[in-house]
């Protein structure tokens, strides 16, 4: 008997420490009304053939034009400049081979984003053009060698260039010690753990702890987001739990092909790319 006792202590023990780990943040649910029944336009309004390139003025433009809320990334330049830019490298989008992280915003400034006639822009000059007229998902981009000190610089460097916004905002990271800094720096905002799928992860290169890690939001006990955004793959258990213990949920990527109504019911506020909803729509 002694033994079934001692099985059923480790097991209420199992559930209660993954509890922890992955809840979400609670009593929170005012914060989201801004967010919530919304579609968003991921890294703006831009075109396939990035005519109207990604992550650029004339994308966001287009998006505040259309009704959209935004989607966008944030990450330093070399000499810490805040730049809205996606990728790690600069080779796909400028056709400059290297790091952002190495290059200044003075280098920076002077490529061309997809062989158009714009530059991938500082937030500042982002936050301008935006103007507080649609909602705003800022992802902060990091990396697994970024370290504290870094990492708070740039957090603050984000939460400072927001200060005073006259509009809607909110932070997203893959990465859960950034949402844990937000948490920390920032209490009273609106906060989301970014997640893939364990496949997702794989291919991206991670290996397979790190991508079960993150793919089931060990992480969450950090930051507790109040906002999960996990991508098209079917929900695994934890994310599954994070709703059901009243997460907001966002999807990323829509895209065409996709069921979109299905998404639009299933799920908070979508980040959609290369199609036309409806600004708005009815959340869960």
């Not at 730049?83 to 056709?95: Q, S």
């Not at 927001?162 to 932070?171: A, K, M, Q, R």
């Amino acid at each position: 008997m002694w033994i079934v006792w001692m099985l059923l202590i480790l097991a209420a023990v199992f559930c209660l420490l993954t509890l922890f780990l992955v809840c979400p943040a609670f009593g929170r649910r005012a914060l989201r009304q801004p967010f919530a029944g919304r579609n968003y336009a991921h890294r703006g309004l831009f075109t396939p053939d990035q005519s109207i390139p990604e992550n650029s003025l004339p994308a966001f433009e287009a998006a505040v034009s259309a009704g959209y809320g935004i989607e966008l990334d944030v990450q330093f330049t070399g000499d810490r400049k805040l730049i809205v830019f996606h990728d790690d490298t600069l080779d796909r989008m400028t056709g400059t081979h290297g790091w952002v992280r190495d290059f200044s915003w003075e280098q920076v400034s002077s490529m061309s984003l997809a062989g158009t006639q714009y530059h991938p822009p500082l937030f500042a000059d982002v936050l301008r053009t935006v103007g507080g007229r649609v909602p705003l998902i800022v992802e902060i981009k990091s990396r697994a060698e970024y370290k504290g000190d870094y990492l708070n610089a740039l957090c603050h460097a984000v939460l400072d260039a927001l200060d005073g916004y006259d509009g809607p905002w909110c932070i997203e990271s893959f990465d859960p010690r950034i949402v844990q800094r937000v948490r920390k720096f920032a209490p009273g905002v609106l906060r989301g753990q970014l997640a893939d799928c364990s496949k997702g992860f794989r291919s991206s290169g991670a290996k397979a702890l790190p991508a079960f890690v993150m793919s089931h939001c060990l992480g969450n006990f950090l930051g507790r987001p109040d906002f999960i955004a996990w991508c098209p793959a079917p929900r695994n258990w934890v994310i599954r739990l994070n709703a059901a213990l009243g997460a907001m949920m966002v999807n990323w990527t829509a895209l065409p092909e996709y069921d979109t109504a299905k998404l639009e019911a299933g799920y908070d506020a979508v980040i959609f790319q290369w199609y036309a909803p409806a600004p708005h729509y009815g959340s869960r």
